[in-house]
């Protein structure tokens, strides 16, 4: 387990707090949607930290080539029908260039910036000439509006309990996950980013904003600038 980091409830849990078992229970929403018509129809997208597949597989079914990259072998387990690769995003090189990047799962706010570099690399050294970088980033009252409670339709509630201070910008954050049978926990690290400071991250990565997707501003689309 990554130090800061930590999950509690039935199966396993990966070092970043993540219990494979949840994420294999959680719905699908709009980012299948989003992604889709962000990108090229039948693009070959490389999945940075894709987890059980839960995006990877409604990708697929869109006609769309995954190449899927994760650092647990319990989670890749889940996956079906993408190239999958086990092993650390931060440090990834395959030696080639795809037409879409994807950095989602809120990975840009890693509390180390050394590991969000590191990740932020990882998409500029993998995007092909002219190809498209998309990234998740938190809303901005995510580490503010709390706590909040969300009870899903599919039958689960998630509260995002807390996030406290830890230094140097850095919060810990707590979250629950209540199912009839069962319940998760995960606390993990997170760095909130204003626009600006998301953008300049950016560029030192070589990448920039080329379009904010959503209302929110939580899904962005990038390119990489010379």
């Known amino acids: 387990m ?34 889709a018509a962000a990108v090229p129809a039948g693009a070959h997208i490389l999945e940075l930290g894709c987890g059980v597949g839960r995006m990877t ?22 996956v079906r029908g993408a190239r999958t690769i086990c092993g650390p995003v931060e440090g990834l090189d395959l030696g080639e260039t795809f037409d879409v990047v994807m950095l989602a799962s809120f990975l840009v706010h890693a509390g180390d910036i050394e590991v969000r570099r590191g990740l932020l690399r990882a998409c500029a050294r993998h995007v092909g000439e002219g190809g498209r970088v998309l990234i998740q980033r938190e809303g901005a009252d995510y580490h ?69 997707l959503t209302e929110d501003g939580t899904w962005v689309r990038a390119v990489r600038v010379e």
């Not at 509690?8 to 078992?21: F, H, L, M, N, R």
């Not at 597989?57 to 889940?78: I, K, N, Y």
């Open 2 to 35: 990554r130090e800061g980091y930590e999950g509690t409830g039935p199966g396993a849990i990966t070092p970043d707090g993540c219990a494979v078992e949840l994420y294999a229970r959680l719905p699908v929403r709009d980012e299948p949607d989003i992604i």
């Open 57 to 78: 597989h409604p990708l697929l079914e869109r006609g769309f080539t995954v190449t899927a990259v994760d650092e647990s072998p319990q989670m890749l387990e889940r």
């Open 144 to 212: 503010t509006d709390l706590p909040r409670e969300r009870a899903d339709p599919s039958g689960f509630t998630v509260r995002m309990v807390s996030a406290e201070p830890v230094g140097d910008g850095v919060n810990s954050v707590r979250a629950e996950y209540e199912f009839p049978d069962a319940v998760w926990t995960q606390t993990f690290l997170a760095r909130p980013l204003t626009k600006k400071q998301f953008e300049e991250a950016l560029g030192e990565a070589g990448l920039a904003v080329d379009k904010y």
